[in-house]
């Protein structure tokens, strides 16, 4: 509601119960370093036809599924949503969104959705955990306007608990990098439409069962792919078969954009601290 750049801190520790989803306008920053803050309810946190956001610091659970409904956007303008399925963070039409260190998990559908042509995201330090669902890039096989979709997915903690998408991919560029999976059950990485998709020195350790030990899953005609894995580490039995492409999934990062990527033995601890950071107001952080 409030014009121009916000950046929004919180007095004291809280949890936020939302009766509707939140919307986001564009140059806001949410911040919660110094205190705990909990945000769970309806619909909880949605980036709609908006650029240049920050999410940080906040646990994000238990979001519920949420009928159609009218929300206050900006400009005080009254702006109608379609359903809502009870994701934790869900991107449409955005740009430039980085959500850092947030911890999140236990939500109806998924943790985090960047659809329909959102673009510029950049995903690190989170940690999600206890989840179907972790994280889905493209809104539909038949969107395709989400091939100009670009990912950053870094120095993130997957799991424990986790099932599937860590991401799933439909037709855009996501770079996944420094992560460490914590076991999941159907797949790690994984996507359709022919995705292009470099895994780069990630720490993958397969689940202790019998249960399926190969991180991918891919749907369609492989031989469209850009999927391939270089530097990553592989435990407990963990494989990442079949790549296809190799060499072809390029990030195609401007010169401020372009960072180092560390190797994977080094990602137990980058990741030692993804999620909510443990500091209080005497302590930066």
């Not at 993958?204 to 999927?227: H, I, Q, S």
Request: net charge positive.
């Amino acid at each position: 509601m409030i014009k121009g750049k916000v950046w929004i801190t919180f007095k004291n520790s809280m949890t936020i119960t939302l009766q509707r989803p939140l919307l986001l306008s564009s140059f806001t920053a949410i911040d919660s370093r110094g205190v705990d803050v909990h945000i769970t309810g309806a619909g909880c946190l949605l980036v709609y036809q908006a650029i240049d956001i920050i999410i940080h610091g906040l646990r994000i659970h238990h979001c519920k599924a949420q009928p159609p409904s009218t929300v206050m956007g900006p400009n005080a303008k009254v702006i109608p949503l379609g359903q809502m399925d009870g994701d934790a963070i869900r991107l449409v039409i955005a740009r430039k969104v980085w959500i850092d260190h947030n911890t999140l998990y236990e939500c109806q559908d998924g943790l985090l959705d960047v659809t329909r042509g959102s673009t510029d995201i950049t995903v690190s330090n989170n940690w999600f955990r206890n989840q179907d669902k972790v994280m889905l890039l493209g809104h539909d096989d038949g969107h395709l306007r989400d091939k100009n979709m670009k990912v950053t997915v870094i120095f993130n903690h997957f799991g424990p608990n986790c099932n599937q998408r860590m991401p799933r991919v439909r037709h855009g560029y996501a770079h996944v990098a420094n992560n460490f999976y914590q076991g999941w059950e159907q797949y790690a990485i994984g996507g359709s439409m022919s995705p292009s998709i470099k895994s780069e020195a990630n720490f993958f350790v397969a689940p202790n069962d019998a249960g399926n030990k190969e991180v991918t899953w891919r749907k369609g005609e492989k031989g469209l792919w850009k999927f391939y894995s270089v530097g990553d580490a592989f435990k407990n039995g963990a494989s990442f078969s079949k790549q296809t492409g190799v060499g072809g999934a390029k990030p195609n990062y401007d010169q401020e954009q372009y960072f180092k990527v560390e190797i994977a033995r080094s990602v137990k601890e980058l990741t030692s601290e993804s999620g909510v950071l443990r500091c209080s107001r005497s302590l930066t952080c």
